[in-house]
């Protein structure tokens, strides 16, 4: 994966949705998501768990979606991202890698 090429979830509390998308050669395609409420001026949990070619999603703790993708199946970076117009902050971040599995 390189600056073309990602995947991204993105929280919007304008549109009340959480979205995973694909970014293949520096274009956006959403391949997942639903509405969720995500409040402004609040706290909240986003979480991604990616292992093999499965996304699944959640927001304060509670299950969203889940998405198979196999477009990019190598290990990658991570990065935290947020609009020029919008407030983020981040507090207890974890990444964690998970258990090594055959299927890597």
């Known amino acids: 994966m390189n600056a073309d090429n ?3 979830v993105s929280a919007s ?3 009340e949705r959480i979205d995973l998308f694909r970014v293949l ?4 395609e959403r391949i997942g998501g639903t509405e969720a409420e995500v409040a402004l001026n609040h706290w909240h949990k986003l979480g991604l768990v990616a292992q093999g070619d ?3 999603v959640s927001l304060d703790n509670k299950w ?3 998405v198979w993708d196999r ?3 190598t290990d990658g970076r991570i990065g935290l ?3 020029e117009d919008n407030v983020t902050r981040f507090d207890q971040l974890e ?7 055959e299927e890597r």
């Open 6 to 8: 990602y995947y991204v």
């Open 13 to 15: 509390a304008l549109e």
């Open 25 to 28: 050669a520096g274009k956006m």
């Open 54 to 56: 499965q996304f699944t």
């Open 64 to 66: 969203l979606f889940t």
């Open 71 to 73: 477009t990019f199946l």
């Open 81 to 83: 991202w947020t609009a």
């Open 95 to 101: 990444i964690r890698a998970l258990p090594w599995s």
